[in-house]
Every structure is written in C-alpha cells, then in structure tokens.
C-alpha cells in the first residue's frame, strides 16, 4: 500500500489540504489539532470538490458541498443522510502526516 506523507503544517488547522492520487481521484486531508481524517474530495451528488479552497465549508466535523449543500461528516466517513463515503487511512507519526492509498487505486 503506497503511503503519500507531508508536514503537518501543510494542512491548516481546521481546515484540510487536497492531494491528487490519480486522474479520478482526489483525497481531502482535513485536520483539527492533531485529529486527521482522509476522505474522498468528491461529493457523491454532482460530483463537485467538498474541498476546494475558496468556497469550502468545514465546521470541524462537516465539510458541506458548495454547488448544492450536501454535508459529509469527515470523521464517520458518511453523509449527514447516513449514506457512507469514502475513507482513508491517515496518521500523524511527529510531525509527518501518512496517507495509505490502497494498491488498487495507488
């Protein structure tokens, strides 16, 4: 399982940096202190960026879609509707932060 890592302050505290894993996917790594959660950056309605920097939307648990609303609990790893979403496993090790990017989309 290839590991993606970076510095903990290229993540800004209550807030989430994207990283790109390939053409179709896109990880968002969001942090509070040191609480990480890795997810799919992809809103599961329409496709849009949960993260995309100026029009993102994070109240240290949501991160809420910016064409239509939509809300995805970051550290449940599901819609507020319940629906799952995509997770990754993501660990801070000092200051370093490891992504685990599974075989088969790494």
């Known amino acids: 399982m290839p590991v993606i890592t970076m510095k903990k302050s290229d993540i800004p ?5 994207v990283v790109k894993v390939n053409n179709w ?15 799919d950056n992809r809103c599961p309605h329409a496709g849009a960026d949960l993260w995309d ?7 240290g648990v949501t ?10 609990d970051v550290w449940k ?7 799952p979403h995509p997770t990754f496993p993501v ?13 088969e989309i790494g």
């Open 91 to 103: 660990v801070l090790v000092g200051d370093e932060v490891q992504l685990a990017v599974p075989d």
């Open 77 to 83: 790893g599901q819609g507020v509707d319940g629906a």
């Open 13 to 17: 505290d209550n807030g989430a940096t």
């Open 25 to 39: 996917l896109k990880i968002a790594i969001f942090r509070v202190g040191d609480r990480l959660a890795a997810i």
């Open 53 to 59: 920097g100026e029009d993102s939307v994070f109240n």
């Open 63 to 72: 991160v809420k879609c910016p064409w239509h609303g939509y809300r995805v």
